[in-house]
């Protein structure tokens, strides 16, 4: 018998071999467990929690510096760029506004000179 | 109508059973239960025959380590790389799940020793003829080499794997899993009468 029979024999004895089958429970089980790792991770996917994460992270330090850095430029001289052409700075006297508030007292008086003027 | 969507489910929707090992893990890597389901289904009794073999028999060990193998592949899909292929990496994953387990029991096995030294059964005596027990004497036989001899002759003769992928498998040269193959021929012809009838060396 020659070598390649020696292999054939061995082959066909194993392939031959039945040991039997998986339980059913390990495939319901691992469904299961399939079926709860996608609760989680869509669970994960409608959260901030990712993000945050992310942000907290030294991941990505450099963009994340970029960012920043974009973020400070434009809120410390958005007002030094955004004037009018027109317009001079300077205060004026004329232009200031006096916040007029009710004060009872001057109505009082205001109402004491009106009986006195019904004497005369 | 029934004929149309069928036609326009060949067309627009492929099955999960045309798609390649490869393809459903990627898959399985975005959550699809249903590839996942179908890679089970293809490999489900391969592996259980795998570790049952491997691990002496046991039928609830068996249904451990098939249950933890495919939970492995569900937790961590990322794990398994397409530049490889799958029948070879999850058997190479299945094979490290064994190895480990050996060294869990070899160090149980040295605690048992010194407790009580139990006489071996020697199951090659008799001569036999049914093809049931010609296996069990080839996997008592293999015993004595050790699980990297079982694991080399399970993948190349009940597997049909190359030389070359048992060797990736078994993360070995392609030289020591031939001598691997050799020496348990060799001594399942000599411990084997039936075998030895019919195999040359």
């Not at chain 1, 916040?99 to 006195?116: C, E, G, M, R, V």
């Amino acid at each position: 018998m020659n070598r390649k029979n020696q292999d054939q024999l061995f082959t066909e004895l194993l392939r031959n071999d039945f040991v039997g089958k998986p339980d059913q429970s390990v495939e319901d089980r691992l469904m299961y467990s399939f079926m709860l790792k996608n609760s989680r991770s869509k669970l994960r996917q409608n959260s901030f929690s990712s993000f945050l994460g992310w942000i907290f992270s030294v991941q990505g330090l450099g963009l994340k510096t970029g960012l920043v850095s974009v973020v400070l430029f434009f809120s410390l001289f958005n007002n030094q760029l955004n004037f009018e052409s027109s317009g001079t700075i300077g205060l004026d006297s004329i232009s200031n506004q006096r916040t007029l508030l009710a004060d009872s007292a001057q109505f009082i008086q205001s109402l004491d000179s009106i009986h006195k003027d019904s004497l005369y | 109508m029934a004929n149309l969507k069928k036609i326009g489910e060949l067309i627009f929707r492929r099955k999960n059973r045309d798609y390649s090992d490869s393809e459903l893990m990627k898959q399985i890597a975005v959550g699809d239960q249903a590839a996942f389901g179908e890679l089970y289904h293809r490999y489900k009794d391969r592996m259980y025959y795998y570790f049952y073999r491997m691990l002496g028999n046991s039928d609830e060990q068996t249904n451990d380590f098939l249950q933890e193998l495919f939970l492995k592949l569900i937790e961590k899909p990322e794990s398994y790389s397409s530049s490889f292929p799958f029948k070879t990496w999850l058997y190479s994953v299945a094979n490290n799940m064994c190895k480990n387990e050996y060294r869990r029991r070899n160090v149980r096995q040295e605690y048992e020793d010194f407790e009580s030294a139990q006489p071996k059964l020697d199951y090659l005596s008799e001569t036999c003829i049914e093809p049931e027990q010609i296996i069990e004497k080839i996997f008592a036989t293999l015993d004595d080499l050790g699980e990297e001899h079982r694991s080399a002759f399970l993948l190349r003769y009940r597997e049909g794997f190359s030389i070359k992928e048992v060797a990736e498998i078994l993360e070995l040269p392609e030289g020591t899993v031939k001598s691997r193959l050799f020496y348990a021929k060799k001594l399942l012809a000599g411990k084997l009468d039936y075998l030895k009838n019919e195999i040359e060396f």
